[in-house]
């Protein structure tokens, strides 16, 4: 069974940079769509960016475009979540999730539902 394990995250000043990893164990990346989401204390897990089987197509939260850049390397079995020019708002858990072939619409992979595999989540902390 696929195993997801994150880390990158950290505590960083505003303007600053982060590279999230996910780490894939017990099967092979290449079929599945992955999902980067985050939950803030209080808040409901939210879509960040999802990056299709194979890497053809991405998708970004309209607060992250522009700052954020989702790559895979399936060589590797691992999903990257770069993070640049963070703000405050960025902070929380950020999570990656994997979907067995992916949505038939892509716009559904920004949706926590549409995903079976968890990992447990990497802290963000973006402050002065």
């Known amino acids: 069974q696929l195993q997801l394990v994150e880390s990158g995250g950290g505590l960083v000043q505003p303007g600053g940079s982060l590279r999230l990893s996910c780490a894939a164990s017990?099967?092979?990346?290449?079929?599945?769509?992955i999902g980067w989401f985050r939950q803030a204390p209080g808040m409901e897990r939210e879509g960040v960016s999802c990056?299709?089987?194979?890497?053809?197509?991405?998708l970004y939260a309209d607060s992250v475009k522009g700052r954020f850049t989702i790559s895979r390397d399936d060589a590797n079995n691992a999903v990257y979540l770069q993070m640049d020019s963070l703000k405050p708002e960025d902070t929380g858990v950020y999570f990656c999730?994997?979907?067995?072939?992916?949505?038939?619409?892509?716009?559904?992979?920004?949706?926590?539902?549409?995903?079976?595999?968890w990992g447990q989540g990497t802290q963000v902390t973006v402050s002065s």
């Open positions: 990056i299709s089987s194979r890497g053809g197509k991405t």
């Open positions: 999730a994997a979907d067995w072939g992916g949505p038939i619409l892509f716009s559904a992979c920004m949706s926590p539902g549409q995903y079976d595999f």
């Open positions: 017990g099967d092979t990346l290449d079929p599945y769509a």
